[in-house]
């Protein structure tokens, strides 16, 4: 069974920084690309990050770009995502997809929520 587990968000104050985490379990993590998603209240999912199952060629949209980092462990079958000088805007619901940038259809974890607040 593919399972998904995000964890590591939080409240954080503009300007400030979040790690969040994707533990996954039940396929071969190291040859699957993975992803962020986003969803803000109101609005739709919106695909934040990728990376390849090597951990090569991570993309970022542009929203996110030179604030965000995606990373990978493959022996712990873990996905990360650094979040630096968080925005306003930042603030979603996110989750870990496993795709590299499909992300409506694509398995996806249940999400940790993340709120920038000042």
């Known amino acids: 069974q593919v399972m998904l587990v995000e964890s590591g968000g939080g409240l954080a104050q503009p300007g400030g920084s979040l790690r969040l985490s994707c533990a996954a379990s039940g396929f071969t993590f190291k040859i699957y690309a993975m992803s962020w998603a986003r969803q803000a209240p109101g609005k739709g999912l919106e695909w934040v990050a990728g990376?390849?199952?090597?951990?090569?060629?991570?993309d970022y949209a542009d929203s996110v770009k030179g604030r965000f980092t995606i990373s990978r462990d493959n022996a712990n079958n873990t996905l990360y995502l650094q979040m630096n000088n968080l925005k306003l805007e930042d603030t979603a619901l996110y989750y870990c997809v496993r795709s590299y940038k499909e992300i409506i259809r694509s398995v996806r974890g249940q999400g940790t929520q993340v709120t920038v607040s000042s």
């Open positions: 990376i390849l199952g090597s951990g090569t060629e991570p």
